[in-house]
């Protein structure tokens, strides 16, 4: 599973909306939400490449959540491969989040194992809906290096390995 672009863009915009996202925090929100997922088209070239989405309103667990429950398969993600976007971790680690993302979280926490003692805000970003968010690609492992390197090529500087799918029931574990 890689992940194209950083989270943490629904944090932001929560504390845009409270007038208290510093002017450099919106450039980062502004670059990253204006970057088109244009590599989707080369993946799609790639034999290896299976799925893609692209994170948007439901956060990042709930778009998983879709690819699991289409496929008949476990994901394992370690959150600390998550990119998330400098100031969105800072606001998230402050306790901005969006109403959406306890909504996003009520719809998958049936299917989802978080480690014990996992912090809120950490589960919140999981969670966070994302405007014009990554593009989230499940394929081989052969297939990995080549996904990074298109993203690259294109200026994905946050595009991340987070983790993999395996048999299983639909579900996810986070660790």
Known sequence: LILGKALGVGVMSAALK????????YQQMVETTTQLNTPGIAFAEIPGVHAMTDVTGFGLLGHLQEI???????????FDAVPVLSAGLHLAKAGY?????GRNWDSVRQHVTLP???????????C????????LVA???ASAPRVLDIFKQQGFNNARE?????????????S
């Open 18 to 25: 409270k007038g208290e996202l510093r002017d450099k925090a």
């Open 68 to 78: 699991c429950s289409g496929s008949k398969l476990r994901a394992t993600i370690n």
């Open 128 to 135: 966070d809906p994302q405007t014009s968010g990554g593009l």
């Open 97 to 101: 989040a969006t109403g959406a993302a």
């Open 139 to 141: 394929c081989e492992r």
């Open 162 to 174: 987070i983790g993999g799918l395996s048999a299983g029931p639909a579900s996810i574990v986070v």
């Open 116 to 126: 014990a003692g996992m912090p809120d805000w950490q589960q919140k970003l999981l």
